[in-house]
Structure formats: C-alpha cells, structure tokens
C-alpha cells in the first residue's frame, strides 16, 4: 500500500501543473526528475533489509527530484517503525534541513514563508510519530505474547510441581499401607517355609495342621486387608473426582480423601498394635493421654501420628526380626503429641541365620527405604520434628508434633 502511494505521488507531481520554483532550477534537473524519482521508488522494495541507509540515500534523491518526496516520507514512517527513535529523528533532520532551507527561499504564491515551513515539518513529523506510535504499539503486543508465554510456562511448572507433590503423597501413603501389610505377609510365609525346611532335614518339628492354618489365615487376611487399603489410597486417582466441575481443579463437593474411607486416627493404633501382636511379634503398647485430648486434634495430625506407629512396627519387623518392640504415644496439650518406638538391635548372627526355636525367620526384609522420608515429610508439613538412630544397642524413632493452637 505505501508502494502504491509512493508511486501515485510519483505520477501526480510528474503529469501535474509545473511545480513553483521550475524558474529557481537549472533545466537539467527538470529533465532527470521522474527518473531519479522512479529509482526512488523502487528503493522501496529494500526499506525493511537497509531502512537507514535508505533514509540517506533519499536525501539525495530530494535534492534532484521533487517527484521522491512520496518515497522519502514512506522510508522515515520505515525507519520509525522498524528502528528506534533516535536513529529514526536523526535521518529524520537530515530530511528536514534542506527542505526547510529550501522551502524558506522558495515559498508557493500566495503562502507565508512559515505557513509553508509550518506544512514542510508536518509532512515529516506526521509519518515520524506514526512510525514511532506503530513501534510502541508493535513492542507492547510482543511483551504481552512473551508475559503470557512466561506465565503459561510458570503455570505448566507449577502443574508439574503440584502432580509431582501429588505422585509423592500417593507414594507415601501406598509405602506405609503396603509396607505394613506385606512386611506381616512376609514374615509369615518365611516362617511357613522355614520350618517346612527344617522338618524336611529332620532338625525340627513338622508344624501342625492347626498352625500351617493359622499362618495362612494370617496371610490371606493381611492380603485382603492390603488389597482394600490400596484401593483407599487410589481411590483419590479416580477422574470423576477432578472431572465433575470441568477437570480444572478440585471438586468442592468431592471433599477430601476422608469421603472415600476412613481415615486412620488415635483410636486405631491399639488395632494397629494387635494386628502384629497376632502376626506374632512381640509389641508393647503404651497410650499416655489427657481427657478429652484425642478428640480435639486434627484428622491430620492423628493420622501422621498413626503413620509413625506404623512404619516403626513394620521397620523392626523388617529388620530386628524376633526382639521386642515397645511404642509409646504420650498425647498431652502442654507437651504435644510424642510417639516413641524402640527395639533393641538383634546380635549379628541371628540377623544372618535364626535360631531354630524362632516362630519367625529374623533378617532383613526389602525395601524402598523411602519410609522414614516420607514420614520425615509428613512431620514438616504439621510442623513437626522426627528422631531416629542407634543409642546403646537400640534402635530408637521418636516425633514430636506441636500443639495446635
């Protein structure tokens, strides 16, 4: 479009009436005018590859033609454009000098010397802020496409960040579920084939009826158990979940996990308890609480307190074997809520072969040991504190949790 109008200006000035100041010009310049103005024209092709030196060599091209004027004024509204403002005013003034100089000595008939110079400097200050104003315009939409980019990118990296967590809590709670249950279904199929294996040797006593089904009531209720608790922990997986208010956030009516099954609280560590007194190991339990104490704290809480309980019972079943286990709970608003577990370290030997009078098989059982990270960060998210290690042959894991206010 701006090619077009160069060149219509082009042929307006050319077959138009002789221009004012024809008598102030030698006759050659008359002469070569519409050529020199034609090669102006078509410098426009190259305006946005070399705009400045474009807007130079114009300069050039009004000195000789009066027919450029067009191409001139559409190569400074270029510069303004694609350059900043300063490279953009200063082709502009070289434009501006000589044809003010020019136009003050030669003014139309019957138009003022200022009036005339007053109609020169708008011709180029109008596409010189044009172009600018096209710039700032054309600058701010990138930044905004770019501002955009960037929080589309933030968001993706805190969608990312919040599917992670999401993945971390899952694994956490399949840990301590599963983790708690296999370790009770492996301790008894080990015991079923070790003594199977010492009675086929002649070292033992071949087990009776009554204990080969004890031991596979034990296994199958724990299997069954681990089955319905895993099908808890991904029951918050399911997409009709997310899904009933458009999948783009959570369903207000969905509630929390606490809707898909009950959470485990105080109460349920005495079942806790019993469940691996049943499985055969041997468990003291101590609960220390104030009235009315259990009841006023949050689902939260009693579930990370019950977590604790869990991974200590599974942690010694896994790797203390046969040796007594004492937890402690102690649930007290001036002191917060304390589980303490702890179990002597069985001697190097049985860890590596058991004695033929043990129930169980002891020595180290798999695992991920992702347990007690995972517990760790279950504390710091209630703003508790976790202790574990080795103090006098015992194995000691202690938390803390504060009160809440």
Same mark, same amino acid.
């Given at each position: 479009?701006?090619?077009?109008?160069?060149?219509?200006?082009?042929?307006?000035?050319?077959?138009?009436?002789?221009?004012?100041?024809?008598?102030?010009?030698?006759?050659?310049?008359?002469?070569?005018?519409?050529?020199?103005?034609?090669?102006?024209?078509?410098?426009?092709?190259?305006?946005?590859?070399?705009?400045?030196?474009?807007?130079?060599?114009?300069?050039?091209?009004?000195?000789?033609?009066?027919?450029?004027?067009?191409?001139?004024?559409?190569?400074?509204?270029?510069?303004?454009?694609?350059?900043?403002?300063?490279?953009?005013?200063?082709?502009?003034?070289?434009?501006?000098?000589?044809?003010?100089?020019?136009?003050?000595?030669?003014?139309?008939?019957?138009?003022?010397?200022?009036?005339?110079?007053?109609?020169?400097?708008?011709?180029?200050?109008?596409?010189?802020?044009?172009?600018?104003?096209?710039?700032?315009?054309?600058e701010l939409i990138a930044?905004?496409?770019?501002?955009?980019?960037?929080?589309?990118?933030?968001?993706?990296?805190?969608?990312?960040?919040?599917?992670?967590?999401?993945?971390?809590?899952?694994?956490?709670?399949?840990?301590?579920?599963?983790?708690?249950?296999?370790?009770?279904?492996?301790v008894h199929a080990g015991?079923?084939?070790?003594?199977?294996?010492?009675?086929?040797?002649?070292?033992?006593?071949?087990?009776?009826?009554?204990?080969?089904?004890?031991?596979i009531e034990v296994i199958?209720?724990?299997?069954?158990?681990? %089955?319905?608790? =895993?099908? @808890?922990? #991904? +029951?918050?997986?399911?997409?009709?979940?997310?899904?009933?208010?458009? /999948? $783009?956030?959570?369903?207000?009516?969905?509630?929390?996990?606490?809707?898909?099954?009950?959470?485990?609280?105080?109460?349920?560590?005495?079942?806790?308890?019993?469940?691996?007194?049943?499985?055969?190991?041997?468990?003291?339990?101590?609960?220390?609480?104030?009235?009315?104490?259990?009841?006023?704290?949050?689902?939260?809480?009693?579930?990370?307190?019950?977590?604790?309980?869990?991974?200590?019972?599974?942690?010694?079943?896994?790797?203390?074997?046969?040796?007594?286990?004492?937890?402690?709970?102690?649930?007290?608003?001036?002191?917060?809520?304390?589980?303490?577990?702890?179990?002597?370290?069985?001697?190097?030997?049985?860890?590596?072969?058991?004695?033929?009078?043990?129930?169980?098989?002891?020595?180290?059982?798999?695992?991920?040991?992702?347990? %007690?990270?995972? =517990?760790? @960060?279950? #504390? +710091?998210?209630?703003?508790?504190?976790?202790?574990?290690?080795?103090? /006098? $042959?015992?194995?000691?894991?202690?938390?803390?949790?504060?009160?809440?206010?």
């Amino acid at each position: 479009m701006l090619f077009g109008l160069a060149v219509l200006f082009w042929a307006w000035t050319w077959r138009g009436a002789p221009l004012h100041y024809v008598d102030a010009i030698p006759g050659w310049m008359i002469t070569i005018d519409p050529w020199v103005g034609a090669i102006g024209c078509l410098a426009l092709w190259w305006r946005r590859r070399f705009p400045i030196l474009l807007g130079v060599a114009m300069v050039l091209v009004l000195a000789l033609a009066a027919t450029g004027l067009g191409a001139a004024l559409v190569t400074v509204l270029t510069i303004a454009v694609h350059r900043n403002w300063l490279p953009a005013t200063l082709v502009t003034a070289l434009h501006l000098v000589p044809a003010l100089l020019f136009g003050y000595e030669n003014p139309p008939p019957g138009v003022t010397q200022w009036a005339y110079l007053t109609l020169i400097l708008l011709m180029y200050l109008v596409p010189l802020g044009w172009g600018i104003a096209v710039r700032a315009r054309r600058e701010l939409i990138a930044n905004l496409r770019r501002e955009v980019d960037r929080e589309r990118g933030e968001h993706q990296q805190r969608l990312a960040g919040a599917r992670q967590a999401e993945r971390e809590r899952i694994a956490r709670e399949m840990h301590d579920v599963l983790a708690h249950r296999i370790s009770l279904i492996s301790v008894h199929a080990g015991a079923l084939a070790y003594r199977t294996s010492q009675a086929d040797a002649g070292a033992g006593v071949p087990l009776k009826p009554g204990e080969v089904g004890g031991a596979i009531e034990v296994i199958r209720d724990n299997a069954r158990q681990a %089955l319905v608790e =895993l099908g @808890e922990v #991904l +029951a918050v997986l399911r997409p009709e979940r997310g899904d009933r208010n458009g /999948g $783009g956030g959570p369903d207000p009516e969905a509630g929390t996990a606490d809707r898909s099954a009950p959470q485990p609280r105080l109460a349920d560590i005495s079942r806790l308890v019993q469940e691996a007194q049943a499985a055969g190991q041997r468990v003291t339990f101590e609960m220390v609480c104030a009235p009315g104490a259990a009841e006023s704290l949050r689902p939260a809480v009693q579930r990370t307190v019950y977590r604790t309980v869990q991974e200590g019972l599974t942690n010694a079943r896994k790797h203390a074997g046969q040796t007594e286990v004492t937890v402690r709970v102690e649930v007290d608003p001036g002191t917060g809520v304390v589980a303490t577990i702890t179990n002597p370290l069985p001697p190097a030997d049985a860890r590596r072969r058991p004695a033929d009078s043990s129930p169980h098989p002891a020595g180290d059982l798999p695992g991920a040991g992702a347990g %007690l990270t995972g =517990l760790a @960060e279950r #504390l +710091a998210l209630d703003g508790g504190t976790i202790e574990h290690g080795v103090v /006098g $042959g015992t194995f000691r894991l202690s938390t803390r949790l504060p009160w809440p206010a």
